[in-house]
């Protein structure tokens, strides 16, 4: 099992910065790719960045330029640092972690959510 737990969300004016971190525990694993995700009220969950252990990156077009995910592996965590804030970035943040169980189920988990609210 695994557990992925967010933090360093907030409230923060238009044109500031926040970081969120991430971290993975528990037994059993390997993490393969770790990545940010989030979901404004009333809209879809989208993509926002993803990261491999091999260092590949994936942004939304929304936040290139403006975001920078970042990981330790040996710690099983993500980072994500957020600049040049939007109220349009405004969402609840998801972690997520994709990999495999080391007896050969997938892994595919969650956090809980860490809310950001930009402000104008």
Do not use: H
Request: with cysteine; proline share 2%.
């Amino acid at each position: 099992q695994v557990q992925l737990v967010e933090s360093g969300g907030g409230l923060v004016q238009a044109g500031g910065s926040l970081t969120l971190s991430c971290a993975a525990s528990g037994n059993n694993f390997r993490i393969n790719a770790m990545g940010w995700y989030r979901q404004a009220p009333g809209k879809q969950r989208e993509l926002v960045a993803t990261m491999t252990t091999l260092g590949n990156t994936n942004y939304a077009d929304s936040v290139k330029g403006r975001f920078t995910i970042s990981r330790d592996n040996a710690k099983n965590t993500v980072y994500l640092q957020m600049n040049s804030l939007k109220p349009e970035d405004t969402a609840v943040y998801y972690c997520n972690a994709k990999g495999s169980k080391w007896y050969g189920d997938t892994l595919d988990a969650w956090g809980q959510g860490t809310l950001v609210t930009v402000s104008s």
